[in-house]
Structures are given as structure tokens and as C-alpha cells.
């Protein structure tokens, strides 16, 4: 076990005014995803959100090898908005990040915003909306939804960055190039997420052979028993 | 990832969560505000904490083991001065860029500030107070169902995924390649299908029980004046640093 080094945002990185900016986006984000849970879970939100929320946390416990001596852990956005839709993901992801912080202090109090912004909601609403798009394509059969759930965490992961990006942008340190900054940022993060890549759409793929129904992005895409009479003979 | 809740029985552990929670949001959201050149105010504000650890009776070594959090920061901080442009300063013979530098002390020195609040927060906060705090600071009710079910089967999951692994080990499972992870991914989605069901035997158990979509209130005990300007203390005076920080 190594030790537990931050994934999340410090404080310093941003400005106050901007990290106040982005408390007060996050919290508007985490309210609308609130209250769109609601409407996808009804009286089951609290025990399912909080169970989902539990295992988004209890993956980012799990190290999986990158290289010998090199391990890395899932984020877990895209996968919680295949799963269980882009408002519960939402919430879960914004609500592990909150406890991370406050808890665990993983991640600056005032970063907490530009934390949630970017994780849970930029990058959670940006890989749901390209699994959306490719839903048809998903519902063809088992390696179309794993090549879907690969380009939407791929897609959340750099979405994310790109959020970090736009906060720094905003109210970060002048004194860097912000398009160095940006290559930077982005470039690591498309190296990670290939790895949340391919552990999402593994995941995916073992949860859709088990229990297709507990897929969200596959709702409604069933198709309908059908009941061939076979002619007496 | 360890708790680092400190159990004790001193003036900062009792004091109520959604005092402490808005003094360490205010401490930081004042440390960040510093303008980078005044050394000593970061000076001052390690001293206002170290205060505040003779008051909590955490051991500065506890804290400075659980602050390794920041290395990748402090990576990034050191790296700056060598790769960062404009003009040039000897710093032990060595030329490093000076906006590089202050950048970089600036990511360190309000980073490790940051971590060493939340740290001190944590610490004398059980989880539980903290989801409290939250409650009456006014967030959402359903938030804080979610986050209080999502802290009390955490270690439930957790567990699951360590007998998981455990299992997989015995069975011969040895992967140090991301291209055999294979295993480990089915075994994330065995732990949601899980997850899952779990959350669907909790809600009919909690409904059995008569839950009808919020819990009940535990009922607020209004916090006194003396208890918030007790609590908010170390925050104003970080306050009075950052005003004299910010004079010309």
C-alpha cells in the first residue's frame, strides 16, 4: 500500500474570488442534479444514491496496475452516469468529493467547488451526453457498449481537465502560458483516462451481462420478446 | 483511505461542527486571499494553527505524516522555478525563474496551509458531526440522507471489494499490467450489481420501517453567540493578518 496522494485540486491553485465563483456554480449544479435525482428515483433516491455514492467511493479505493510499481484508481464519473444516469452520477460524484474534503481532506475547502464543477458535474454531463449520442450504436450488442463506454470516459476525464483549465484561465497565476499549462493538464489526462477508459467499459460490460436492466444508458433500447409460433407439423 | 478523526474530549472537539466548518472555509478562503510576496503572514498563520493544535492536543507529528497528502503539489511547486520563463535570480548558485519561484512558493505555501486546516478539522470532527454541520449550515436534507447512508456502508462496500480481492488473489490472480486488469474491472461491476441490490434491501428495510422520503429531524439545539465567536476566534484573527497583509 502506497501512500494516498491527492487527486484533487488544493487550494492556491485558483484565486479566491474564482474558487468563490465556482462554490456558488457548484452549488446551483449539485441542487439542479438534486432535484432531477428525485425524478429518476422517487422515494428509493436517498438508500440507492447513497448506496451508488458508497461504491463510487469504494472504487477510488481500488489501485489497479498501470505498470509494475504504478498504479492507478477510478474516478468513476462516467461510469456512475452510464450506470445510474447523469443526475444521481452527478450527485454521487459531488456528494464522494464533499466527504472526501471535509473527511479525508482530500482537496482544498475552497477548491471544493471548482472540484465538483469539474468532476462531478463538466465531466460527469460531457461523457453522458456522448453516450447519449452513441446510444443506438451502444444497444447493437456487447463490444459496441464497451467501445461507447470507453469514448465517454475517455470524454469525461478530459472534460474534467478542461475544466481545470477554464478555472485557471480565469483566476489562476499569470505568470504561466496558459496554453503550456493546458497541454499539459490535458495531455496527462488523456493518458489517465484511457486507463478509466478501459476499466469503465470492462466494468460496464460485466454489469450489462449480469443485469442489463441496472444499465441506464441501455434503458428503453430492449427489444421486445418475440414470440414465433412454430406451424404444427 | 485512513479516518483521521482524532477522538478527544477538548474545547475544539466540542465545539459544534458548523462552527468549526465555516472558521476553517473562512481560515482558508483567507490564507488564498494573501497576497503572495507577505512571508510573514504565512508565518502567522502556521503560528494561529499550531494554536489551535495545543488546543485540540494533535501532536504536530500526526500532522506532518498525514500533510504527505500534498507531495504531487510540492512536486509541481519545485518544478516551477526551473521551468517557468521571465527573468532569472540566483538562488545557491543555481539561475531559477523569479515569477516561476513565486508561483511555485505560492501553490505550496497556500496548498499546505489549506491541507493543514482541513487536516485540523478533520481531526477533531467525528464524520458524522461533520454531515451534522452540514444539516444545519442548510444543506439540502436529501444531500444529507444520501451522504449519511453513503459514510455508514462505506466500510460495508469496501470490505466487499477487499474479500473480492482477496478471493481473486486466491484463485492465482496476479496482474502488474493495465492491459490484465480484465479481472479487477468484472469484479467492479460484480461490486456495483451489489451495491446495488443492496441499496434496493436497504430501501424496502428502511420502508418497513416507515420511511416515507426524509428522515426525521434529530431537532437543532441553537447555537449561542459566545459558542460562534468562540469558534470563529482563530478565523478572525487570520482575518486581522490578511488585512494587515493587504495594507500597502
Known sequence: MTTPVAMHMSDGLVNSPTALLFIGIAAVGVAVAAAKARADLDDRTAPMAGLVAAFVFATQMINFPVLPGVSGHLLGGALAAILVGPWV??????????????????????????????????????????????????????????????????????????????????GGDAAFSLGGVAATVVGVHVLIGVGEGIITALTVAAVAAVRPDLVYLLRGTQRPLELRERSAA | ?????????????????????????????????????????????????????????????WIATRALIEVPFV????????????PRVEVLGVAVSEPGALAGWNILAKGTLGVLVSL?????????????????????????????????????????????????????????????????????????????????????????????????????????RTTWAAGLAPAALAAVVLGAALWP
Open chain 1, 89 to 170: 452520477g452527478a450527485l454521487c460524484v459531488s456528494i464522494v468529493l464533499v466527504v472526501q474534503a471535509l473527511v479525508f481532506a482530500d482537496g482544498g475547502l475552497t477548491a471544493l467547488g471548482a472540484n465538483v464543477t469539474n468532476m462531478a458535474l463538466i465531466g460527469t454531463v460531457a461523457g453522458f451526453l456522448v453516450a447519449v449520442a452513441l446510444r443506438r450504436f451502444a444497444a447493437r450488442g456487447k463490444s459496441a457498449l464497451v467501445a461507447v463506454a470507453f469514448i465517454a470516459a475517455l470524454v469525461n476525464t478530459v472534460a474534467a481537465a478542461l475544466g481545470f483549465v477554464l478555472e485557471f484561465a480565469i
Open chain 2, 75 to 86: 512536486v509541481l511547486a519545485l518544478a516551477l522555478p526551473f521551468v517557468a520563463g521571465g
Open chain 2, 120 to 224: 485540523t478539522l478533520a481531526a477533531t470532527t467525528s464524520p458524522r458531526d461533520l454531515i451534522v454541520g452540514l444539516h444545519r449550515l442548510r444543506v439540502p436534507t436529501m444531500v444529507i440522507t444520501i451522504a449519511t447512508l453513503m459514510l455508514r456502508y462505506l466500510e460495508v462496500i469496501a470490505d466487499e471489494a477487499k474479500r473480492m480481492r482477496t478471493a481473486r488473489i486466491c484463485r492465482g490472480h496476479d496482474p502488474r499490467f493495465l492491459w490484465q486488469v480484465g479481472a479487477t474491472a468484472r469484479g467492479i461491476g460484480t461490486l456495483f450489481v451489489r451495491s446495488y441490490e443492496r441499496g434496493e434491501r436497504v430501501h424496502l428495510a428502511m420502508v418497513s420501517r416507515g420511511w416515507t422520503g426524509a428522515m426525521p429531524d434529530s431537532g437543532r439545539t441553537p447555537t449561542s
Open chain 2, 1 to 61: 483511505m485512513p479516518l483521521l478523526h482524532r477522538p478527544d474530549d477538548t474545547p475544539a472537539h466540542r465545539l459544534p461542527p458548523q462552527v468549526k466548518i465555516v472558521a476553517a472555509l473562512a481560515a482558508v478562503l483567507c490564507v488564498v486571499s494573501t497576497p503572495r510576496e507577505r512571508f510573514w503572514a504565512f508565518g502567522l498563520y502556521l503560528a494561529l494553527l499550531s494554536a489551535v493544535w495545543v488546543i485540540a492536543r494533535i501532536p504536530p507529528r
